[in-house]
């Protein structure tokens, strides 16, 4: 930190008090979300916590004008998280944030216009943040991580006020977006379902009147949420609806959508090209979609075991170790048109000795009992039409359709 005078440090000082006044005067929105935005790390914000410490008094400041005093209480805390802010001592930083974001919170309901809209995003998405690194710090010093969970609830009560009729309730869908990131950082995905049935449900709300990036978001999250459900139709719609709404050149985030919507797609027999995969660098799925396509099992368990952290992490592991069913569908097929080629008269009669011979070839070794019970689970999945001849140890397949396609539906549908 560079050396401050006591005069330069009340200059700094008193110069953001009138712009943050100012701000407010004059709703510039603009410029009252540059002055709360901790996380940017702006030279202006870090000159004016340099200050503070230096000056050590900056409420009597504030208390020496009307202007300044209006705002009294939210100054006071704001200036008391960004002196701590900048110390490092993010615990510290955190409750005082959270003060200012309670007393903000309070201003804002009394506001008749939504023009402070922008600036009240900045504040939940600054406490969110700054919870998780307060968290942080709590966990290395052998403590139990509070504050991302008091974050959630302030973040519920921001719900609550925009909730409402009028203007405001644009932004009830940016809010919650915060809290379904607060709540997967949590792992307590659970409390979505009420916030969810809140948007869902309540007619004040039409979907469509939501700026774009808010509905791109909420798509992605309640994506997520369905296919931990395993409801992939539905989670194919919402992530699909996130994929293509969303802006072309955020690459970043088409990508952490299609994490998510090609384990989907997959799920409901819908294979992706390989130019999709290399171009957004999802190695990862490249070996598990030319497993599906050539029906080999030791190909798809290799792709599983090499990125079973990442998978795991994701929450997506289950999901593509079911698809073993499609893979065992593709191998009984292409034995199917072998056999077709060498004896056509007798190429809907497969023996499982020679899927068990297919299985050995691959390293993967079953006895006929095995073979037999992967057989039935085909059948009844209705990823095979036939029926099993139990005594001579043969899968009579169907004449017409042998193996039906998924045409956009989950295995078993």
């Given at each position: 930190?560079?050396?401050v005078?006591?005069?330069?440090?009340?200059?700094?000082?008193?110069e953001?008090?009138?712009?943050f006044?100012?701000?407010?005067?004059?709703?510039?929105?603009?410029?009252?979300?540059r002055?709360?935005?901790?996380?940017?790390?702006?030279?202006?914000?870090?000159?004016?916590?340099d200050?503070?410490?230096?000056f050590?008094?900056?409420?009597?400041?504030?208390?020496?004008?009307?202007?300044?005093?209006?705002?009294?209480?939210?100054?006071a805390?704001?200036?008391?998280?960004?002196?701590?802010?900048?110390?490092?001592n993010?615990?510290?930083?955190?409750?005082?944030?959270?003060?200012f974001?309670?007393?903000?919170?309070?201003?804002?309901?009394?506001?008749?216009?939504?023009?402070?809209?922008?600036?009240?995003?900045v504040?939940?998405?600054?406490?969110?943040i700054?919870?998780?690194?307060a968290?942080k710090?709590?966990?290395?010093?052998?403590?139990?991580?509070?504050?991302?969970?008091?974050a959630?609830?302030?973040?519920?009560k921001?719900f609550g006020?925009?909730?409402?009729?009028?203007?405001?309730?644009?932004?009830?869908l940016?809010?919650?977006?915060?809290l379904?990131?607060?709540?997967?950082?949590?792992?307590?995905?659970n409390?979505?379902?009420?916030v969810i049935r809140?948007?869902?449900?309540?007619r004040?709300?039409?979907?469509?009147?939501f700026p774009?990036?808010?509905?791109?978001?909420?798509m992605y999250?309640?994506?997520?949420?369905?296919?931990?459900?395993?409801?992939?139709?539905?989670?194919?719609?919402?992530?699909?609806?996130?994929?293509?709404?969303?802006?072309?050149?955020?690459?970043r985030?088409?990508r952490?959508?299609?994490?998510?919507?090609i384990?989907?797609?997959?799920?409901?027999?819908?294979?992706?090209?390989?130019?999709?995969?290399?171009?957004?660098n999802?190695?990862?799925?490249i070996?598990?979609v030319?497993?599906?396509?050539?029906g080999?099992?030791?190909?798809l368990?290799?792709?599983?075991?090499?990125?079973?952290d990442?998978?795991?992490?994701?929450?997506?592991?289950?999901?593509?170790e079911?698809?073993?069913?499609?893979?065992?569908?593709?191998?009984?097929?292409?034995?199917?048109?072998i056999?077709?080629?060498?004896d056509?008269a007798?190429?809907?009669?497969?023996?499982?000795?020679?899927?068990?011979?297919?299985?050995r070839?691959?390293?993967?070794?079953?006895?006929?009992?095995?073979?037999?019970?992967?057989m039935?689970?085909?059948?009844?999945?209705?990823?095979?039409?036939?029926?099993?001849?139990?005594?001579?140890?043969?899968v009579?397949?169907?004449?017409?359709?042998?193996?039906?396609?998924?045409n956009?539906?989950?295995?078993?549908?």
């Amino acid at each position: 930190m560079a050396y401050v005078s006591m005069g330069e440090a009340h200059r700094r000082i008193t110069e953001y008090l009138n712009r943050f006044c100012d701000a407010v005067s004059n709703q510039d929105s603009f410029t009252l979300c540059r002055l709360l935005s901790f996380s940017s790390n702006s030279p202006s914000l870090l000159s004016l916590a340099d200050a503070l410490n230096v000056f050590q008094d900056a409420s009597s400041l504030i208390r020496q004008s009307d202007k300044f005093s209006e705002y009294g209480e939210i100054l006071a805390h704001l200036f008391r998280s960004l002196q701590s802010y900048r110390v490092g001592n993010l615990v510290e930083a955190y409750l005082a944030f959270e003060k200012f974001a309670n007393a903000f919170v309070q201003e804002f309901r009394n506001w008749e216009s939504a023009w402070a809209l922008e600036a009240l995003y900045v504040v939940c998405y600054e406490i969110r943040i700054l919870a998780e690194k307060a968290d942080k710090e709590l966990t290395s010093n052998g403590k139990s991580p509070e504050k991302l969970k008091a974050a959630g609830s302030l973040l519920m009560k921001v719900f609550g006020v925009l909730a409402g009729k009028g203007p405001k309730r644009v932004g009830v869908l940016y809010v919650t977006c915060q809290l379904f990131k607060t709540y997967f950082k949590l792992g307590t995905v659970n409390l979505c379902r009420s916030v969810i049935r809140s948007i869902e449900t309540a007619r004040i709300f039409d979907f469509e009147e939501f700026p774009r990036r808010d509905k791109v978001t909420y798509m992605y999250y309640t994506g997520r949420l369905e296919v931990f459900n395993e409801n992939f139709p539905a989670a194919n719609t919402k992530l699909s609806y996130a994929l293509q709404h969303c802006n072309p050149k955020r690459e970043r985030n088409i990508r952490m959508i299609l994490k998510y919507l090609i384990p989907v797609k997959l799920s409901i027999g819908i294979i992706p090209k390989d130019e999709l995969l290399q171009k957004y660098n999802l190695h990862e799925y490249i070996n598990i979609v030319q497993a599906l396509r050539k029906g080999d099992l030791r190909l798809l368990r290799h792709a599983l075991q090499g990125h079973e952290d990442r998978f795991l992490r994701s929450g997506v592991y289950l999901v593509l170790e079911k698809l073993e069913l499609q893979v065992y569908q593709r191998l009984m097929k292409k034995i199917y048109i072998i056999q077709k080629l060498s004896d056509p008269a007798r190429a809907h009669q497969l023996k499982l000795e020679v899927i068990a011979k297919a299985l050995r070839w691959l390293e993967i070794d079953m006895d006929l009992d095995e073979v037999e019970c992967i057989m039935t689970i085909l059948i009844y999945k209705n990823l095979v039409k036939g029926y099993l001849a139990h005594k001579s140890k043969v899968v009579v397949l169907s004449k017409q359709d042998p193996f039906p396609r998924l045409n956009g539906k989950p295995v078993g549908s």
